[in-house]
């Protein structure tokens, strides 16, 4: 069996080499057939393929792909704007790249496409957005787990966060630690320990700590977020606000009320003079501490406030 499989391998081999010879007189698209091995074992989609030759016309891309490796039969056309590579062809296409001068820069250019798409991961995800991601999902886990020392320096924190967001956004806590870790270890070994990624990065890790109920650990992060965005950006930064709000929020999870109450309003003021009252940061702070407010005794509330903001801090009855 081992020798019927080297034989046949070597015999799928020759007819790649086969192939190939037929595109010595297009030396465009073998470096494109190279790019394309940096993709995952998943179909691609065209704008991701004309995204790696950015200064060139994607009409002479699409030529490359579709006359030459397309018709070839080196990369196959799923007729839905997406194309996928044999594991086999793959593996050849690789050996190539990486004996090749362009590996480097292929793998700066694919983690820079990837990193554009992990940025577009909203925090909050819904079933919709799950699934319009999910065809992406193994070609940017491809670019943090094989390439992660081509990842530039601005595009560290999405490459990570992006994934962590979306499976924290599913509650699969469990699968998105490892890349809020990593993403903070890569923002500090890279950017120093005094960069406002890794302020985020810091919270990130905390946010998932604290959507698991995970307090002692979240609350050390949270402050060395907002310790260092203070330093960095100054007392009155929006980010400031948004890390005295995650405090806030993390206090009034716990019943600490009176520690999380200064926090609230000193987000809330900040974020109103950055920027205006109605922006959404700023209702979400406000809507955050009457939230809070609304949980204290009816008796403090009457000492503390008229009796028509008590009144509308008091619970409604659902409707019938």
Not at 103 to 126: F, H, L, N, V, W
């Amino acid at each position: 069996k081992f020798h019927g499989e080297m034989t046949a391998e070597r015999g799928l081999k020759a007819a790649f080499n086969l192939s190939w010879e037929e595109l010595h007189s297009e030396p465009e698209a073998q470096i494109l057939a190279l790019y394309l091995s940096l993709f995952a074992l998943a179909p691609f989609p065209k704008g991701m393929i004309l995204d790696l030759f950015p200064d060139e016309d994607g009409d002479t891309v699409e030529e490359w792909l579709t006359d030459s490796l397309v018709h070839l039969s080196l990369v196959q056309d799923n007729r839905d704007g997406w194309y996928e590579i044999h594991p086999l062809l793959r593996r050849y296409f690789r050996d190539k790249l990486e004996a090749s001068p362009h590996a480097e820069p292929a793998k700066r250019r694919y983690c820079g496409i990837m990193a554009k798409k992990s940025a577009e991961m909203p925090q909050d995800t819904t079933v919709e957005i799950v699934e319009e991601f999910k065809p992406f999902l193994l070609h940017l886990q491809a670019s943090v787990g094989e390439y992660p020392q081509y990842i530039a320096d601005e595009d560290l924190l999405w490459s990570y966060t992006g994934l962590a967001w979306y499976y924290n956004g599913q509650g699969l806590y469990a699968i998105a630690e490892p890349y809020c870790q990593a993403c903070l270890t890569a923002t500090r070994t890279h950017l120093g320990d005094n960069h406002p990624h890794v302020a985020t990065s810091l919270n990130n890790l905390a946010y998932l700590y604290y959507s698991q109920g995970r307090y002692t650990e979240a609350e050390p992060l949270y402050l060395e977020a907002l310790d260092l965005r203070k330093q960095l950006l100054g007392d009155n930064h929006p980010d400031v606000a948004t890390s005295l709000n995650n405090l806030a929020a993390l206090y009034d999870s716990q019943g600490r009320y009176t520690e999380a109450e200064p926090l609230y309003l000193e987000a809330i003021n900040i974020a109103t003079q950055g920027l205006g009252e109605n922006h959404p940061h700023t209702q979400t702070f406000y809507q955050n501490y009457l939230r809070m407010l609304s949980q204290l005794p009816e008796a403090e509330l009457r000492q503390r406030f008229p009796d028509e903001v008590v009144e509308m801090l008091k619970p409604k009855p659902p409707h019938p």
